[in-house]
């Protein structure tokens, strides 16, 4: 039987450094001073396929997290609530007022779908990673779909995407956010996404934001130097 996590329970958190599901995990346990390990998955070998890794996550998918105890967490919103539900961290993060906290939870439910417009989008730029991500209709015109509804809906009225305080809400989509900038997309269609973007980089969340930013650039590099590699087998072949 599991036993009951406490503050000082340390956790395993499995990751990608390029994955902008698991990094939102790493900076909540950061700024909330939760004990942690870090576990880098190696995606390219394919370890979150690996039957170790499976015991963990049967999805296969990142981030997840291991107690002390050795029960696992998984999908990336849930391991969010589940610590705010298990540690001692501020309530703005996760408020205990069932009206504040359903507005959390209805972004969240939208997160999931929106999210992977977002991932078609950044990952149709290349031919050979669009055939992963595929897409039902024009990326762009969905992308700009999605942050519409983020700019009329959850940024109408309020300051953060829950609320007038930052939730785990705003950090478990910014990472997208960070992939657009990397590929030159601009916001100026939308200024309340805009300033909200502004309002959460004016947090000690910017340096997280930063340093993913970096190494998006160069995994992003990576992939165009693949995607020109191919190019070239097939003109010479």
Not at 39 to 54: A, D, F
Not at 124 to 134: E, G, S, V
Request: charged share 25%; aromatic share 14%.
């Amino acid at each position: 039987m599991a036993t009951k996590a406490t503050s000082s329970s340390s956790i395993k958190i499995y990751y990608s450094q390029n994955s902008p599901y698991s990094n939102p995990l790493v900076y909540f346990a950061k700024a909330n001073k939760i004990p942690h390990e870090l576990v880098l998955v190696n995606l390219y070998t394919e370890e979150h396929k690996s039957p170790e890794y499976l015991k963990i996550n049967p999805f296969g998918r990142i981030p997840a997290i291991v107690e002390e105890d050795g029960h696992s967490v998984y999908e990336s919103s849930s391991i969010l609530r589940y610590l705010c539900n298990t540690r001692d961290v501020p309530d703005h993060w996760y408020p205990k007022d069932p009206s504040k906290r359903v507005q959390v939870d209805i972004f969240l439910d939208w997160f999931q779908p929106a999210t992977k417009i977002f991932l078609a989008y950044i990952y149709h730029t290349l031919p050979f990673t669009a055939a992963k991500y595929p897409s039902f209709g024009d990326p762009l015109v969905n992308l700009e779909n999605s942050l519409k509804e983020m700019e009329d809906i959850f940024l109408r009225d309020r300051k953060f995407l829950a609320g007038d305080e930052i939730s785990i809400a705003d950090i478990q989509i910014m990472f997208f956010f960070c992939n657009l900038e990397t590929l030159g997309y601009e916001l100026d269609k939308f200024s309340n996404v805009k300033e909200w973007k502004k309002r959460v980089l004016e947090t000690d969340f910017k340096e997280n934001y930063d340093k993913f930013l970096e190494n998006g650039a160069k995994y992003f590099e990576n992939l165009r130097r693949i995607q020109e590699s191919l190019d070239a087998e097939k003109k010479s072949g």
